[in-house]
């Protein structure tokens, strides 16, 4: 443990490699570093909406900008809509390259950085990425968009992010099946006339794991408190016990409800609780 924890640290204070500053991403190519062998305009694993330009130091544009490694994606004007997405469908696995995401699994996190010249700020145009949570047959479950980004950032790389909770996808409402992936879709949004350019890299997504479970809460109500054993004993003594009272009585989550569960709601009461 404690040389993963060191391993950790070490790859948290390395800023010269966008993998070292997101743990666990699901992105896949998410520095654009990686050519589509059967297109070389494009990284692998992504596909470009109308204006957008998979940009290398090597192809002779100007200006140019990189975050990290060689490559980036760049959202010119000329176009009411341009963005990338990772919406592709890998001919080798025949499956869409679109993240994992585990239903309610968590809350889900997009990050990357942006830059935007100085002598080119978006006059007309917003930025941001957008989510679209898919189904195993890839259609779209719900989507969230973030467009808060606009003006210009002085020529300087700006770290950017936005979160869509398991609260934000409850509220949608239940439409099963339920999504097993997420697209992953960095765009610039305005009308045929704005102006500006916008350059995105190092894009990372993840999804938060959710807290443990508090056993000694057992009425469910976020604390540990006196009023929960009185719960316990309650689910305890009763005969028959409903599938809830199961559950409730169940503190060590060994399938059973007996006396080892007051000792284990003893011992989790003794402790941090749920704060």
């Keep these: 443990m404690l040389f993963r924890g060191l391993i950790t640290a070490m790859a948290a204070l390395t800023m010269g490699s966008a993998a070292a500053q997101c743990l666990d991403n699901r992105v896949d190519n998410p520095s654009f570093e990686e050519i589509d062998p059967a297109d070389s305009s494009l990284p692998r694993g992504w596909g470009i909406f109308n204006t957008a330009l998979l940009r290398t130091a090597t192809d002779g544009i100007t200006p140019f900008f990189a975050r990290t490694g060689n490559n980036s994606i760049e959202f010119p004007s000329g176009a009411d809509f341009s963005g990338v997405t990772t919406d592709v469908l890998n001919q080798s696995t025949l499956e869409f390259n679109n993240p994992e995401y585990e239903y309610l699994g968590g809350d889900v996190t997009v990050s990357g950085w942006y830059l935007i010249p100085a002598d080119q700020p978006l006059d007309g145009a917003d930025s941001g990425i957008k989510l679209e949570f898919r189904r195993a047959n890839s259609s779209i479950y719900t989507s969230f968009e973030d467009l808060s980004i606009s003006g210009d950032t002085g020529g300087q790389w700006v770290e950017y992010s936005f979160t869509v909770t398991d609260s934000d996808i409850l509220a949608v409402g239940d439409f099963p099946p339920d999504p097993v992936a997420v697209t992953v879709l960095p765009l610039r949004f305005g009308s045929v006339s704005s102006t500006g350019t916008i350059f995105w890299d190092d894009l990372c997504l993840v999804q938060a794991t959710p807290a443990p479970d508090c056993p000694c809460d057992v009425n469910g109500d976020g604390n540990c408190s006196d009023s929960d054993f009185f719960a316990w004993v309650t689910a305890f003594v ?23 569960d007051f000792f284990a709601w003893v011992t989790e009461f003794s402790g941090p609780g749920c704060d």
């Excluded at 809830?244 to 060994?254: I, L, P, T």
């Design 238 to 260: 009763a005969s028959p016990r409903t599938p809830e009272q199961e559950a409730a009585c169940d503190v060590n989550g060994d399938g059973n409800c007996n006396d080892s």
